[in-house]
């Protein structure tokens, strides 16, 4: 890939504005306010060159090429993609004010001059989407190219990142790159979210143990959505809320958590090595998962013929709730009507009978995980940067609230309770966490739940 020259699609085929289609951004790599713009055909004072040329130049090699020659150092793929989310960042600014569109990562393909070391954004979609940081503007200092030639690479990225440009970094590219898994639950089971687990080979939460959660921290979920049309239902003064038969034959109406995914991964990934440290787990890291969403979905059957004029009602998402971060299919979660006030209650028996569609409720817990390298990568920076990796230290320091060992931990972890410190835990406990959106999980003991409500 690296002597091939790219040709970029038509104009027309692009959804970006016409004349601006096809173009590529050499988004300078220097941290000075004296560069030169130079972009044909308008009149800017932005610090980076454009040009119109349809073909990429033989000196560009593919971003992703690039950044694969670095895999066996975990501080070098981070200081490489914290260093051009800055430069993105910047020529994203530039852009918008030129043309007044946002440029996402989805709308350009990133690539590296080889003889300068400067990220080129080329503003066609990518065959492979690269996630960069997340919006850092603390990271300075050398050139890619400079970097490159360093005799001592690692020692210096320790110098020169911050550990939040390091954390959000890590969190910002590995929340996506990570491998991720779907679980299911019966409606009976409770999920934690934020919560660690240790499933194995299952795909059912049911057969997972928790190893640790975050105590306290206060998680809810959204608004109910018909699923893929993004039709949102009318909320009656109960809170529960309304939609038309018509509208929800043969659908899906989900609702979902409001977690924000890069935050609970900062969280988790700062004190990660304390927990291995307190349960002695030492190999085989990939098989801990982090619970980083859940969906609840109601999945309405097809109707032979048109379903008579009523209503179906769904509960509020705080029915849900059993505690701060823990999540349940409530009881009676959805209940036909012919009334639109909801005052008369149709049994889902008899709802069926007279023609409304059947209602199946399933839960999917979304996961994430990561290999050693990513772990081995934080414990080597953390120890760059004077904290102790065994310690939650680096958590503490940069105020996000403490993992806690699960009480109910099963063997191969019946020991974990022994590592850990009463004072850490009640530390915990103490951290302000008014403004952090997590959740956590939990299982139940019911296969299924009765739908005859």
């Not at 050398?142 to 490159?148: A, F, H, P, R, S």
């Not at 919560?195 to 979920?221: H, M, Q, R, Y």
């Not at 929800?248 to 990660?272: H, K, M």
Request: hydrophobic content about 35%; aromatic content about 10%; proline content about 6%.
């Amino acid at each position: 890939m690296e002597d091939e020259t790219h040709t970029a699609p038509d104009e027309s085929s692009s959804s970006l504005t016409p004349g601006i289609a096809g173009a590529t951004w050499n988004i300078a790599g220097s941290y000075n306010a004296s560069r030169d713009i130079i972009m044909h055909g308008c009149t800017t004072t932005s610090n980076f060159t454009f040009t119109t040329a349809q073909t990429v130049p033989p000196n560009l090699i593919t971003f992703q090429h690039f950044l694969e020659r670095f895999h066996h150092s975990h501080l070098s793929t981070v200081y490489i993609l914290a260093l051009c989310d800055v430069d993105f960042n910047e020529a994203s600014r530039d852009v918008y004010n030129t043309i007044q569109k946002p440029l996402g990562l989805g709308d350009c393909t990133f690539w590296i001059n080889r003889s300068t070391g400067r990220l080129c954004v080329e503003l066609t979609p990518p065959s492979y989407i690269t996630f960069l940081g997340d919006d850092l503007d603390d990271v300075r200092g050398m050139e890619v190219i400079d970097y490159l030639n360093a005799p001592n690479p690692e020692i210096m990225i320790s110098e020169l990142m911050t550990l939040k440009a390091y954390q959000n970094t890590c969190a910002a590219h590995w929340e996506l790159e990570a491998d991720g898994r779907c679980l299911t639950a019966s409606p009976s089971t409770t999920v934690k979210m934020r919560a660690v687990i240790c499933c194995g080979s299952s795909n059912n939460l049911a057969d997972s143990v928790e190893i640790a959660s975050l105590p306290g921290v206060e998680a809810s979920l959204g608004d109910w959505d018909l699923f893929l049309l993004g039709a949102v239902g009318e909320v009656t003064q109960d809170g529960w809320t309304r939609f038309p038969s018509n509208d929800v034959v043969d659908t899906s109406i989900t609702i979902g958590d409001t977690v924000p995914r890069v935050e609970t991964c900062r969280i988790w990934l700062s004190q990660a090595n304390h927990i291995f440290s307190c349960i002695r787990f030492t190999s085989n890291v990939e098989d801990l998962d982090l619970v980083h969403s859940v969906h609840f979905e109601l999945k309405l059957s097809a109707t032979e013929e048109k379903p008579p004029p009523g209503f179906l009602f769904l509960c509020p998402a705080a029915s849900f709730k059993t505690g701060p971060s823990s999540f349940r299919w409530p009881d009676i979660p959805a209940y036909w009507s012919l009334d639109p006030s909801g005052a008369e209650r149709i049994s889902m028996n008899e709802a069926t009978q007279i023609g409304f569609p059947a209602i199946d409720l399933t839960t999917d817990i979304w996961t994430r995980s990561w290999d050693d390298s990513v772990y081995a990568g934080l414990r080597h920076f953390h120890q760059a940067k004077t904290f102790n990796p065994e310690t939650p230290d680096v958590a503490r320091h940069l105020g996000y609230p403490l993992y806690q060992l699960s009480s109910k931990v099963d063997p191969p972890f019946a020991h974990v309770e022994e590592a850990w410190d009463s004072d850490e835990a009640e530390s915990a406990m103490d951290v302000d966490i008014d403004e952090l959106d997590s959740d956590s999980g939990e299982e139940g003991d019911w296969d299924r739940m009765n739908l005859s409500w």
